[in-house]
C-alpha cells in the first residue's frame, strides 16, 4: 500500500526526537545577561570556631543596581589575616588551627571585607560520638547507600544500614563482625575501614576519602579513642537550616549553598561538608555533592533538598525568562485560577499563550472528561455555534454523560486495585461498579473515600470492602492508603527513616495500626468484613508498642477503642486536614493540564514543594467549600483561561513545562487511544470474555489481553503508584501504529466508516471534510485541503485505497496521538 502522501500532509510521530533535538541544541547555544555589581556582602559576619577539626564556610553575595543578590562565593578570595590560627579553602571554608582571634579576609575585585574570627579549644579533643560524628561520614560518601553496603544483603560480607537508619547496628558491624578486622586500635590508619575507603588496599567501590582529609582523621581519631559508641544522652541533630533559603537566580547561573544543624542542646554546627543534596528537577537547575547550585536556560521554579542525619530543608530557586518585547497581552481571566496563575508568570517574565481554538477545546475537553473523541457531528454542531457560553455549557453536558463515569472509573480502578486474578470476576466487577456507580452519582469525594476505609459487613453489600482483599498486609494497606488519598509515600518509613521527608518508622507504624484490626470472616451471605482484632503494633528496633495515630500526631499512650479506621477516615477528611482535598485536586488538576501543581502527583513532601503553592492552597480551599464535588471541581478547571490555553508557544513560554503558560502535549491512555483508532475507523474492537460493544475505557478488568493496551501502558494494577500507568512515548508505540496489522484491518474494512465515506461521499471535498472532522475535531485548512484534494484525484482509479491511505497518514501524526 502507498504511504508517500503522509510525509506532505503533516508531521509524523518520527519527527518528536529530532524536534527535542532542535530545543535542546538551542538550549545549550544561548547564554545568561551579566549582572552588574555594585557592592557585596558576607555571612556570617562573625566566625567562631569552638573545638578540634572545627570549620565553618562563608557565603559571598553580590548585589547589583537594583538591589538582587547573586553568589560570589567562588569568585571571591580568601586569606586569613594571621595564617597560623587558621587556615582558609578555596572555596570559603575555614579551619581551625590553633586557639588565637583573628580576621579573615575577603576580596571581590579591589574591594575587601572583614569577618572576625575567633579560635577556642582547638587542642581539645572532645569525646567523639558514634551517630553524630561517624555515620554522617558513612552517609556522605554513600557508604550505607542502597547501592553499596546498606542494600539489603550488603557487599562483600559488610553491610550497612541504609542511609544509617540503625545506628547501633552499624556500630556492631564495625567493631565486631569480621572477627573485628575492620578497626586496627593500635595503627588506626592501617585499619581496613581506612585503607580500603582512602584506597589503601583494592575496594570495589573506589577511593572514597582522601588521607588527611578532616573525614579522614575523624574515623582515624575516633578508632585511636577506641571505637565508642557514645553517650545515649549525647545532643542529637535537631533541625537543619539551608542557607539562603531561597533566591530569584539568572539562567546560567550558580549559587552555594550551608547547610548548618542544630543540636538539641542548641549547638550549631555547619555540616555542609556532610549533607547530601538533591535537585527535584534537574531540567532546570542541578546541585553537586558540595551544595553548588547550577541553572540552566529554562524558566521555572526547582527546589533542592539537603538532608543530614534524617533532617531536611529545602532551598528554592525562582528563575526567570529574560524579558521579551512585542508580545501580546495576557488574556483576560476567567476565574480565579487565572489570577494565581498569572502571579507567578509575571514573576518568571512569561507571557502566557492565547486562547485555543474552538476546536482545540472541543477536542480536548472530550478527550480530558469522558476519554472519549467528538463525533465529526458533535464537533460540526460545536464549531458552527454562536453561544458565547458554549465552553461551558459543553463540559456541562459531558459532565452528564456516561462515558464520564467509564472514564473515571477507570482511573480510580487502577489506583484502588480492581484485580480479576486476587478477586475473582464476580467480586472484581462488583467492586469496580461500586467505582463506576459512585462517579455516576457524583458522590463527594470525601464521602467516597470514607465508604472505602471503612466498609464492613457482607462484601456483596459493602464492594468497596474489596481493597481489603487485594491489600492484605496492614502495613501496605497504609501504604495504599496514603499515597492513593492523600499523595503520601511512607513506604520507605517501613524500613528506615524516610530519606527525604519528616517520616519515621514510628509514623508508619503508627499508620499501619489503624489496619490491624482488620478481618475476614466466612459467612452464610459470603465472606463479612469485619475489624475485632487486636493485635498490637511493635516498632521493629526498640520493641516499644505503637498505637494508632495520624500522620503528624505523637504515638498515644494507649490504644484508641473501636474501629480504627473510623477515626482514620475522619481525620483524612476533615476540612482542617488539607492532605486529602489537596491531594484530589492535585491529581485532577495533572490530569487536565498534564503535569501537578504537585508533581509526581502521589509524592507529596516537603522536599518535593508544590510549583504555585498560592494556586493549590486555593484550589484545595475551593474543592472544601464545594463540599468535596468532584464535577465542580472539574467545572473550575476546565472554565479557568489557563486550561483554555492554545498549545503554541510565544518566545517567552517556548521552555516552559510547569507553570502552565500553554497548554502541554499529552499522549493519549492507552484505552483512549484504541476507541479513538476503533471510533474513526468505526470499527469496535472485541475483548476477550467481554460482551461484543465493549470499549477499552469500559474494560474494568486490567487482565483482559490486548497487544495493542500493552505497548501502551496499561497498568497492570500491582501497586497503587500513578507511575504505573506510563504515558511516555516510545518507539514500539511508534512502530506499532505504523505497521500493525490490526490497525491495518480497521482501516481497510469492509463495513467500516472510511468504506463507507469512500462509497457514499462522492464529493471529494465534502469528504475531505469530514475526515478532518472525524479525525480531528477541527475543518482542514486551505493547504490540507488542496492537498488532499490533489491526492484524491491523482489516486481516482482506487478511491478506497486511497481514502484508506489519508486515514492512515492521519492516524500517525501527533494531532492525533497527543490531547492538545
Known amino acids: 500500500m502507498a504511504r508517500d502522501w503522509w510525509c506532505s500532509l503533516c508531521s509524523s510521530w518520527s519527527c518528536l526526537l529530532f524536534v527535542c533535538a532542535v530545543l535542546f541544541s538551542n538550549l545549550l547555544d544561548s547564554t545568561a545577561n551579566a549582572q552588574t555589581l555594585v557592592r557585596f556582602e558576607v555571612s556570617p559576619k562573625q566566625i567562631t570556631l569552638d573545638g578540634m577539626r572545627a570549620s565553618h564556610s562563608i557565603l559571598v553575595d553580590g548585589i547589583d543596581e537594583n538591589g538582587n543578590r547573586f553568589d560570589l562565593t567562588r569568585q571571591a578570595q580568601f586569606k586569613i589575616a594571621n595564617e597560623k590560627l587558621a587556615t582558609v579553602s578555596s572555596m570559603g571554608r575555614v579551619y581551625a588551627v590553633t586557639d588565637g582571634a583573628t580576621e579573615v579576609i575577603v576580596s571581590v575585585g579591589k574591594a575587601t571585607a572583614k569577618i572576625a574570627l575567633k579560635i577556642e579549644r582547638s587542642q581539645i579533643k572532645r569525646p567523639l560520638n558514634f551517630e553524630n560524628d561517624i555515620v554522617p561520614v558513612l552517609s556522605r560518601y554513600g557508604c550505607n547507600a542502597s547501592g553499596c553496603h546498606g542494600k539489603a544483603e550488603g557487599q562483600n560480607g559488610f553491610k550497612l544500614s541504609v542511609f544509617g537508619f540503625d545506628p547501633r547496628a552499624d556500630f556492631v558491624a564495625l567493631t565486631q563482625e569480621g572477627r573485628g578486622r575492620r578497626l586496627h586500635a593500635t595503627i588506626p590508619a592501617k585499619s581496613l575501614l581506612l585503607t580500603k575507603a582512602s584506597g589503601g588496599v583494592p575496594h570495589g567501590g573506589g577511593v572514597r576519602i582522601r588521607k588527611n582529609s578532616p573525614q579522614f582523621k575523624i574515623l582515624a581519631d575516633w578508632i585511636e579513642a577506641g571505637a565508642p559508641f557514645g553517650d545515649e544522652a549525647d545532643p542529637k541533630v535537631a533541625s537543619i537550616e539551608v542557607e539562603p533559603h531561597e533566591r530569584s537566580m539568572r539562567m546560567e547561573a550558580q549559587q552555594q549553598l550551608r547547610v548548618i544543624a542544630t543540636y538539641t542542646d542548641g549547638r550549631q554546627v555547619d555540616v555542609t561538608n556532610y549533607a547530601r543534596f538533591q535537585s527535584n ?155 463506576r456507580d459512585s462517579f455516576a452519582s457524583n458522590k463527594p469525594m470525601d464521602q467516597f473515600a470514607k465508604e472505602v476505609l471503612t466498609s464492613s459487613g457482607p462484601l456483596s453489600e459493602s464492594p468497596s470492602g474489596h481493597l481489603f482483599k487485594v491489600v492484605t498486609n496492614p502495613g501496605d494497606l497504609a501504604s495504599t492508603v496514603s499515597q492513593v488519598f492523600m499523595g503520601v509515600r511512607i513506604e520507605c518509613a517501613r524500613c ?159 521552555r516552559d513545562e510547569q507553570n502552565y503558560s500553554r497548554a502541554l502535549f499529552k499522549r493519549l491512555d492507552a484505552e483512549v487511544l484504541l476507541d479513538a483508532v476503533c471510533q474513526v475507523t468505526g470499527v469496535p474492537e472485541k475483548f476477550d470474555g467481554m460482551p461484543r460493544g465493549y470499549r477499552a475505557i469500559q474494560l474494568w478488568d486490567s487482565q483482559v489481553p490486548n497487544y495493542f493496551l500493552k505497548v501502551f501502558g496499561r497498568p497492570a494494577r500491582t501497586s497503587p503508584c500513578e507511575c504505573e500507568r506510563v504515558t511516555e512515548p516510545n518507539v514500539s508505540q511508534v512502530l506499532h501504529v505504523l505497521n500493525s496489522p490490526r490497525v491495518q484491518s480497521k482501516l481497510s474494512h469492509a463495513a467500516g466508516q472510511l468504506t463507507r465515506m469512500a462509497r457514499d461521499v462522492t464529493d471529494d471535498q465534502k469528504l475531505t471534510e469530514e475526515l478532518y472532522l472525524t479525525f480531528f475535531s477541527r475543518m482542514p485548512t486551505d493547504a490540507e485541503k488542496r492537498s488532499v484534494l490533489a491526492f484524491l484525484e491523482k489516486q481516482s482509479d482506487n478511491r478506497q485505497q486511497a481514502v484508506e491511505d489519508i486515514a492512515w497518514s492521519m492516524l500517525n501524526t501527533l494531532e492525533f496521538l497527543f490531547n492538545h
Open 496 to 654: 528506615h527513616h524516610h530519606p527525604y521527608d519528616r517520616w519515621s518508622q514510628t509514623d508508619y507504624y503508627g499508620m499501619q495500626a489503624f489496619f490491624t484490626q482488620v478481618g475476614f470472616k466466612k459467612h452464610p451471605r459470603g465472606e463479612i468484613l469485619t475489624a475485632t482484632k487486636n493485635g498490637g503494633t511493635k516498632h521493629p528496633r526498640t520493641g516499644k508498642p505503637v498505637f494508632a495515630h495520624a500522620l503528624t500526631a505523637k504515638n498515644p499512650e494507649t490504644s484508641p477503642e473501636g474501629d480504627r479506621r473510623r477515626i482514620l477516615a475522619d481525620w483524612m477528611t476533615s476540612p482542617d486536614n488539607s492532605w486529602f482535598a489537596q491531594n484530589i485536586a492535585n491529581r485532577t488538576w495533572a490530569h487536565l493540564l498534564g503535569r501537578g501543581i504537585i508533581e509526581p502527583v502521589d509524592d507529596v513532601r516537603l522536599t518535593n514543594p508544590p510549583s504555585n503553592p498560592e494556586l493549590l492552597k486555593a484550589l484545595t480551599e475551593d474543592f472544601v467549600r464545594e463540599e468535596y464535588d468532584f464535577k465542580q471541581l472539574i467545572r473550575t478547571i476546565t472554565g479557568s483561561r489557563t486550561y483554555q490555553l492554545s498549545s503554541k508557544p510565544n518566545p517567552s513560554n517556548q
Open 281 to 435: 528537577n534537574v531540567g532546570l537547575a542541578s546541585v553537586d555533592e558540595f551544595g553548588l547550585v547550577t541553572t540552566l536556560e529554562v524558566p521555572g521554579d526547582v527546589a533542592v533538598m539537603a538532608s543530614y542525619m534524617g533532617a531536611v530543608d529545602v532551598f528554592r530557586v525562582l528563575v526567570p525568562g529574560q524579558q521579551s518585547p512585542n508580545l501580546p497581552a495576557s488574556p483576560p481571566r476567567q476565574n480565579f485560577i487565572d489570577q494565581f496563575v498569572d502571579a507567578k508568570l509575571q514573576k518568571l517574565n512569561i507571557v502566557p499563550s492565547q486562547l485555543c481554538s474552538d476546536a482545540d477545546f472541543l477536542r480536548r475537553a472530550h478527550i480530558d472528561v469522558i476519554g472519549t473523541l467528538p463525533t465529526a457531528s458533535e464537533s460540526r454542531q460545536f464549531l458552527s455555534s454562536k453561544d458565547p457560553d458554549r465552553r461551558r455549557k459543553l463540559v456541562d453536558s459531558l459532565l452528564q454523560r456516561p462515558e464520564f463515569a467509564d472514564y473515571w472509573a477507570l482511573k480510580w480502578a487502577d489506583l484502588l486495585r480492581v484485580e480479576r486474578l486476587k478477586l475473582g470476576h464476580k467480586q472484581a466487577y462488583e467492586y469496580y461498579r461500586w467505582i
